[in-house]
């Protein structure tokens, strides 16, 4: 009779100390998620990548604030009593560790394990034995001081690092010194906005249409650096990166750049990027020696170099003034960072 007493108190803790584990991660990854700036995830770190990777908002939602709901439906499932609760929790517990070893492999795809992500993770994994063992053995909460106790165990799960996030302010991002140098390089009073491109990567496509009017409305007070980080895995990228360099070099850099961003990737090939400079009356010949010249490859590897001296670990990556930005962002997001940078350099 101890010996299952035990049992039940084991199980119960077990599965309040995964839920209340996952909630106060989903909490911790939530506020970076809402803030301008990370507060718990350090900028260039593993978190700060996935946090900025393609998978962090699938349909739009962030996924902590899934995590929140999820977690916090399992404690309250974990505390309550009953068959149908102790059946939800076993669902909500399955569910959840179908979906944290899915994330954990998202991220060995992407090379960055966020560790508040993995302890989310691992949490809904931890979850699912005990259970599956108080389903089976129709274990409620050993006592309803233990509910109690429980409950209040979730509340500050969740509180504490929301108030913490809430109450903590950002740490202002540092600026690396490739990026600095070219703020220094900037007219006075100019917002200088250093865009890290792939023309072939459909995230680069994303923020340049978002981009695009937002320098048009503002272009005497933007000065536009762009770095090609053209990407291996994208085999029209090297060729349309060449094709950007030499519209620099003959003086067409900004429309050759949206040329390339506005033609379909199926025609970021070399004949496809000759087309485009003789529809800008680029002088053919000159464009066909820039593209063959060795000094076009090293300038991207240049580039490349810089952005790896940025800290830079996704693309597309743009910095506003001192403000980074990794990853497709919605036209709020770059109106507000122009604005603030704007107003920093005086206007």
Sequence with gaps: MRSNQTSIVLAFAVSLAAAAAGLAASAILAIDSVRT????????????????????????????????????ALGIAVVL?????RLVGFA?????????ALLLAVQAHLGHFCPYCCVADASALASVLPAAWRLRKGAAPPSRRARYAGAAVLGLAAAVPLGLGLWIPPAPPSVPPVIASEIARSPRGDVTIVDFVDFECPFCRTMNAELEPLLASHKDRVRLVRRQVPLRSHPHALDAARAACCGERLGEADAMAEALFHAPVDELTPEGCENIAQRLRLPVV??????????????????????????????????????PLVGAQPVETLTQALSQAIARVGG
């Design 37 to 72: 700036a990370a507060v718990f995830c350090l900028e260039g770190s593993a978190c700060d990548a996935v946090r900025h990777s393609a998978y962090a908002n699938p349909l739009g939602v962030p996924l902590p604030f899934a995590g929140l709901a999820g977690f916090a």
């Design 81 to 85: 009593e009953g068959r149908r609760a």
């Design 92 to 100: 909500l517990s399955v569910g959840g560790a179908l979906v944290g």
């Design 286 to 323: 000159a464009f066909r020696a820039c593209v063959s010249d060795p000094s076009t490859d090293a300038r991207i590897e240049a580039d490349r170099a810089e952005f790896k001296a940025a800290g830079g670990f996704a693309l597309p990556t743009l910095w506003i003034g001192n403000q």
